[in-house]
Antibody, heavy 118, light 110 residues
Framework: QVQLVESGGSVVQPGRSLRLSCVAS????????MHWVRQAPGRGLEWVAG????????YYVDSVRGRFTISRDDSKNTLYLHMSSPRAEDTAVYYC???????????WGQGTLVTVSS | QSVVTQPPSASGTPGQRVTISCSGS????????VDWYQQLPGTAPKLVIY???QRPSGVPDRFSGSKSGTSASLAISGLQFEDEADYYC???????????FGGGTKLTVL
């Protein structure tokens, strides 16, 4: 079965960079779009970014566009989220999710916690 | 504030049928299918309905979904204590060029 394992979450100071990773197994990774979804403490789900199966197109929520970059390395079955200039409001659990079709997520990782604090 | 609206809470007793609504606009639910996710406390979300009314393998047939115009709903019949969770609807939004989620509905089984 599909398994997604995120890593890289930590406490980071505002303005410093952080890179999240998501290693996928049990699927043909290069055939699927992938996404990052986050959940702030006690809050609902918020879609953050997505990337097409071939990496040609990336999509971002307005609040992170220009600061975060989603990318993928199909040779390593790995999805990334590079977070530049994080802000306190970026504090959340970040989930990696597999795209079934146009933003429909049929597999999720367990999440990795990012805390932005000085 | 979400562009897709759900009631913050819902409740029912074991065996009852409950419905959760999801209201959007022409750029999201009005143009695309809707998905529903169940999030049990302390766990990752799980897809329970996709394409507005389809159940993934392994999801009980007590769960059903429907869509009409710019609104959708999730129905759970024969409610069980294990159904107590947060439920989110989601859909692609053409104006935002991304996915929008409802604010979530906390389902309590009394």
């Amino acid at each position: 079965q599909v398994q997604l394992v995120e890593s890289g979450g930590s406490v980071v100071q505002p303005g410093r960079s952080l890179r999240l990773s998501c290693v996928a197994s049990g699927l043909t990774f290069s055939s699927h779009g992938m996404h990052w979804v986050r959940q702030a403490p006690g809050r609902g789900l918020e879609w953050v970014a997505g990337i097409d199966f071939d990496g040609r197109r990336q999509y971002y929520v307005d609040s992170v566009r220009g600061r975060f970059t989603i990318s993928r390395d199909d040779s390593k079955n790995t999805l990334y989220l590079h977070m530049s200039s994080p802000r306190a409001e970026d504090t959340a659990v970040y989930y990696c999710a597999k795209d079934r079709s146009l933003g429909s997520f049929d597999s999720w990782g367990q999440g990795t916690l990012v805390t932005v604090s000085s | 504030q979400s562009v897709v609206t759900q009631p913050p809470s819902a409740s029912g007793t074991p065996g009852q049928r409950v419905t959760i609504s999801c209201s959007g606009s022409s750029s999201n639910i009005g143009s695309h299918t809707v998905d529903w996710y169940q999030q049990l406390p302390g766990t990752a979300p799980k897809l329970v309905i996709y394409s507005s009314n389809q159940r993934p393998s392994g999801v009980p047939d007590r769960f059903s979904g429907s869509k009409s115009g710019t609104s959708a709903s999730l129905a759970i019949s024969g409610l069980q204590f294990e159904d107590e969770a947060d439920y989110y609807c989601g859909a692609w939004d053409d104006s935002l060029n991304g996915v929008v989620f409802g604010g979530g509905t906390k389902l309590t089984v009394l």
